[in-house]
Antibody, heavy 118, light 107 residues
């Protein structure tokens, strides 16, 4: 059974940093692209970033480019999102999602809440 | 960036009703379109991908159609568990933009 479990969320002050993790199981992790998608409270879904299977190619939304870094450890079946210079508008539930080889997100984690506030 | 416009933003319907949600892309995206269902407090769930392919395990009352710029999600007979918010997303290019969502409420 495919499982994605996010962790690392919490309360952080503006300008601070946080590292999110997503533990994957139930599939060959290195075979799939992976994504981060976020959702601000009461708002819609926003794609944040993706990474290819071997970690050599990454893409970011303009709103996080230069501040967030996506990475993966295929030996540990773990996806990460390093978030620096956090702003109030980064407050959201962050989901990791698997790409089904066709560009669609077929499995999602339960999400982890990041709150940026002083 | 490709803009995805969903309509309506919300609708009220009864159990057993046929419901149609539309999604329009600001430029052609071929069939790189998916639909997700999100219940309150839960993660999104993939319903339809490649515009019309039903994800494994999803009931057949859900269907998708369209190609190019105009797409439709249809629920043939609304069930109690279908009251949720529905999002379309294009995966033709990055950023992988979502529509703003359609909230399906109980009439």
């Amino acid at each position: 059974e495919v499982q994605l479990v996010e962790s690392g969320g919490g309360l952080v002050q503006p300008g601070g940093s946080l590292r999110l993790s997503c533990a994957a199981s139930g599939f060959t992790f290195s075979s799939n692209w992976m994504h981060w998608v976020r959702q601000a409270p009461g708002k819609g879904l926003v794609w944040v970033s993706h990474i290819n299977g071997d970690g050599t190619s990454t893409t970011y939304a303009d709103s996080v480019k230069g501040r967030f870094t996506i990475s993966r450890d295929n030996a540990k079946n773990t996806l990460s999102l390093q978030m620096n210079s956090l702003r109030a508008e980064d407050t959201a539930v962050y989901y990791c999602a698997r790409d089904n080889f066709l560009g669609f997100h077929d499995y999602w984690g339960q999400g982890t809440l990041v709150t940026v506030s002083s | 960036d490709i803009q995805m416009t969903q309509s309506p933003s919300s609708l009220s319907a009864s159990v057993g009703d046929r419901v149609t949600i539309t999604c329009r892309a600001s430029q052609t995206i071929s069939n790189y379109l998916s639909w997700y269902q999100q219940r309150p407090g839960k993660a999104p769930k993939l319903l339809i991908y490649a515009a019309s392919t039903l994800q494994s395990g999803v009931p057949s009352r859900f269907s998708g159609s369209g190609s190019g710029t105009d797409f439709t999600l249809t629920i043939s007979s609304l069930q109690p568990g279908d009251f949720a918010t529905y999002y379309c997303q294009q995966s033709y290019s990055t950023p992988r933009t979502f529509g703003h969502g359609t909230k399906v409420e109980i009439k």
